[in-house]
């Protein structure tokens, strides 16, 4: 006899009341486990997709706030917690404390959350009257606790030492301070002498070097001007670089490692004739659909940058058409210094890892030096805080190079912020 056989559709996750702490607590651990940057972690929660734009929201900032303010938290709950459990029943009190001491939610919520959490679970049922009692003393006594630590328990130790050492105490208290605090949206226009216009359309503010700043973030692609290509999200210190050139009119540009594009898209709305590298495809696509969103062109070439070499005749000749006037070397690095928008960087990153970039590092910068005309200008940066991944690199560099010369940045150069620009 014959019998059909039916194949059941899997269900789509069921959202629950406490869905967003549950997608936060358990990002945190995947984040730490598999090693995960935090937008990766999220997405990978089946439940994530299925939450309401807000209460997604909702769990992005949660799981931030723990990873900005981990140190204080554990500080917190070490007075009430001996013996921490395991890692998600312990990111379930960190969430909770996390909404209580920094998001302003109120104490009974946090709480309930919490212990309903650890109730959905035989394994962690039997921690949900621990996390009741722990959490209703931390609301009773958290701020206080809280004010007997400092921003600075939120860094690793090497991390921590590295910046005293590279800049002092206060700085690195100063550094530690801005990692806490959730990042503004800031855009660079295509057209910079459009900034009146897109400064009101995007209830944005027009920032010294250009760059406008929204303080709500919100739904980018929903902002006027994207769809049409009129601007690009890119952090203001990103946009710094190309400004370095000045004048691109012209001009032949190199830039080295370009996804996901927002210098590729400054030097081709200078006016410069632009060749991008990436090794990555998929990275190289990202840069494809972001010129065609807003209108620009660039020569986009898959290479590894650190042993691609342009076709060059004669390198002694400044006109020579395989050489360029400007040559970008945004590198590969640790990107300690951009814990506000990617908090699992505090906690992802090791001495190890640096040690392995420098040797990258080392290699594109001496590469990139091949591609620059006689008379032309290279601009080297990252978006690491730690010297031996910047000024290092620099010193060695010209040691080894004797044809370059170190250019001093001018405040003229960055909106005139004199503050942001050292005496080396």
């Not at 709480?111 to 959905?120: E, F, I």
């Not at 009101?200 to 902002?223: C, F, W, Y």
């Not at 001496?366 to 730690?386: D, E, R």
Request: hydrophobic share 40%.
């Amino acid at each position: 006899m014959n019998r059909k056989i039916h194949h059941k559709t899997p269900s789509a996750p069921r959202v629950f009341k406490h869905g967003a702490r549950y997608v936060a607590a358990r990002a945190l651990q995947d984040v730490f486990d598999k090693q995960f940057a935090l937008d990766v972690a999220l997405s990978e929660q089946d439940l994530f997709t299925q939450l309401e734009p807000r209460d997604r929201a909702f769990a992005r900032l949660i799981s931030a706030t723990v990873l900005r303010r981990m140190g204080q938290i554990d500080n917190v709950l070490a007075t009430f917690v001996k013996k921490p459990p395991p890692d998600y029943p312990y990111f379930v009190l960190r969430c909770a404390v996390a909404q209580m001491l920094f998001l302003q939610t109120a104490p009974h919520a946090a709480v309930d959350g919490a212990v309903a959490l650890l109730k959905r679970s035989k394994k962690t049922f039997r921690m949900s009257g621990m996390a009741n009692a722990v959490l209703r003393r931390v609301a009773e006594q958290g701020p206080e606790l809280l004010e007997k630590t400092t921003p600075l328990d939120n860094i690793p130790d090497w991390l921590r030492t590295s910046w005293s050492e590279a800049y002092g105490e206060d700085a690195a208290l100063a550094i530690a301070t801005a990692a806490t605090r959730e990042p503004p949206l800031d855009i660079t226009l295509k057209t910079a002498s459009d900034s009146d216009i897109w400064q009101e359309k995007l209830d944005a503010t027009l920032m010294p070097t250009g760059t406008l700043r929204r303080s709500k973030i919100g739904q980018i692609v929903e902002l006027p001007g994207y769809d049409e290509g009129a601007w690009w999200v890119q952090d203001i210190s990103a946009a710094l670089p190309v400004k370095l050139f000045g004048d691109m009119v012209g001009k032949r540009a190199l830039d080295m490692c370009a996804a996901p594009g927002g210098k590729t898209l400054q030097l081709a709305a200078g006016g410069a004739d632009v060749t991008a590298l990436d090794k990555s495809g998929t990275r190289l696509e990202r840069v494809r659909e972001n010129l065609k969103r807003t209108g620009l062109d660039a020569t986009l070439i898959r290479a590894n940058a650190a042993i691609w070499t342009p076709n060059v005749k004669d390198k002694n000749d400044p006109e020579d058409p395989g050489l360029f006037d400007c040559v970008l070397l945004d590198a590969p690095c640790s990107a300690t210094g951009t814990f506000r928008r990617r908090p699992d960087v505090l906690h992802l990153k090791s001495p190890a890892h640096v040690e392995s970039l420098e040797r990258v590092q080392s290699k594109l910068l001496l590469n990139a030096a091949q591609s620059v005309k006689k008379g032309g200008t290279l601009v080297y940066c990252t978006c690491s805080l730690q010297a031996e991944e910047g000024e290092a690199h620099i010193e060695a560099f010209l040691q080894k190079m004797s044809d370059f010369r170190l250019n001093s940045i001018l405040s003229t150069e960055v909106g005139d912020l004199a503050e942001i620009v050292s005496e080396k």
